[in-house]
């Protein structure tokens, strides 16, 4: 098949950089995998409920009121002109939890192990595949443990009634935590002034950490890049358009998960998206080409992602063959365990699509990659904090569930060696990796309908869909008669007529309308809005208060707005 770059913006047989598999491998295992997981974390008390507390932290870094964004000028911004917009449809009521909570059990109540939590999930609901009873936390964790520094410990929430998508959340508050997480990249190459003052990368309050300096760190930069180089030019395998620059390959590693955890979350707001004219929940394909089509880096990082759990994964195998999932229903402790070895079986257990152990390893001069292993565990146990700062509950809950997954996924792939015992797992780490698992799974599933959808949209044919998964489910068979079944459930080519392309040009100029004669009508309310916050500003600063950010800006339109 070929490779039509205005639908697929990744070349299927390139290799995703610092992976050992190739886009269209990857796509292949997920058809398998795919609804494994989905079975798993939807199927199973275990799995569906997630513990955690949501409401009780405070941001560590910045007043919650920063980065709440809850001024009605910041609301205008994220979903324009929210007051005309029915109340369940607003950013705050799309942004809260759903279904029903329950608190985590005491000591006492624990021990009651048929209703720990007296039924508050709903009456069918397993409680001991649910409560956690074992709070310890371990040194080798990369997050922070949920009951840290907390004297609650937390509420248990229905993943199944929470879904992750769209919520309207944006603005500044968001931004200003996707800054604050991309700044916690370890290694990040320090400006011409901060080297001369022999500083780390990282702006206050984030500079807990220094930043890897010295000749080891540059010699051990030099034994990843060489690294990079080798794997480049393996077996005539073409890499990606990812570049193997000046940085370490640990710091990419760090990048990398961070933006494809992005990438995920952009990936599901987008293919769960509010149609505020219609009411209804659909793929935006507007927001897909501007989050992601355009910045196949992007999607290379989500692939990159997927390589790194799926490989965690398969790495678990026999740690879930030994694990007891649940105690005192064994008909719930069978089925949960089935359906997770089913999912780990699916995965190569060898380093076929990741190999972590070339990270953190001895550089030629002795020195060893322990330190950088530290800063690597630090800050990723620092972005887990940052997701106490989010502004909108589903997102906090999806931010620190998935923080969790990843950093389970690092626990497993560098903790768990032949040379020293494998750290236990609690439930939460256990809970978080499958369904971050499953987010990601489903990301890449979500890739390919919009590349078929923007396929339709350009009248191209359905062979030119190169990353086009089948629509129907593929079993497990068909999968290893792979060529057959793949061409039998591709999709039929749409036939593009005129008439349909007129229709789309006239939605186009309507659209366009529309917002121009919204714009202008709205100009007296948007004035005095800039008004009344200017004043309030210039009255702060004269009183010497703090000056509240500014929550306007003069901005062309997004593609997605018209
Ligand atoms: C932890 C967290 C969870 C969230 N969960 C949800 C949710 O469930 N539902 C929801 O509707 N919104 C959610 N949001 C908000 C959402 O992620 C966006 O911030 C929001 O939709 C505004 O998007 P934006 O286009 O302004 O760019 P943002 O996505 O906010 O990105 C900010 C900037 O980061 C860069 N960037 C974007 N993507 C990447 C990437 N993959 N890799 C590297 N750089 C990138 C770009 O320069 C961009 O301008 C969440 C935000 C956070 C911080």
Known sequence: ASSNPAICPVEPGATVSDACASYGDLDTLNTRLNPALRELVTETDFFSYYRLNLYNKKCPFWSDDEGLCGNIACAVTTLENEEDIPEIWRAEELSRLEGPKAHHPGKKEQKELDRPLHGELGENVGESCVVEYDDECDERDYCVPEDES???????????????RFTGYAGEGAHQIWEAIYRENCFSKPSANEQSQGAG???????????????????????????????ASQEGKFEDNMEF?????????????????????STHLCHDYLNQSTGKWGP????????????????????????????AAGKLKDYVQDYTFCTGDPKQDRRTKDMALKVANIIPAGPEIFDESVMFRENPLGDTGISLKEDFRNRFRNVSRIMDCVGCDKCRLWGKLQTAGYGTALKILFEFNDEQPA?????????????TLDKVSHAIKALSEFQGMLADEKGFPASEIVAEKPQQTITEEDVLDDDDAWE???????????????????????SATRFVLKSWIEIPQTIFIILIT????????????????????????????L
Request: glycine share 4%.
């Open 284 to 311: 935006n394909l507007e927001c897909y080409k501007q989050r992601l089509h355009t910045h196949p880096e992007r999607i290379s990082n989500l692939y990159f992602n997927y390589a790194l759990m799926a490989r």
């Open 201 to 231: 990368s990282l702006a206050p309050p984030f500079a807990g950490f220094s930043g890897m300096q010295g000749q080891a760190a540059q010699d051990l930069k030099s034994v990843m890049k060489e690294h990079g180089r080798q794997l």
């Open 245 to 265: 620059d000046d940085e370490c390959l640990e710091k990419r590693v760090f990048y990398r998960v961070i933006s494809g955890m992005h990438a995920s979350i």
């Open 488 to 510: 039998q459930a591709k999709p039929k080519p749409t036939p593009f007529t005129e008439w349909e392309a007129t229709k789309n040009e006239l939605r186009l100029v309507w």
């Open 534 to 561: 200017e004043l309030c500003r210039l009255w702060q600063r004269w009183l010497g208060l703090e000056i509240t950010p500014r929550s306007w800006e003069f901005r062309l339109p997004t593609t997605d707005e």
């Open 150 to 164: 907390a004297s609650a410990k937390g509420d248990y929430v229905s993943l199944l009634d929470n879904p992750e």
């Open 423 to 435: 750290p236990a797992l609690r439930r939460i780490e256990v809970v978080a990796f499958f369904n």
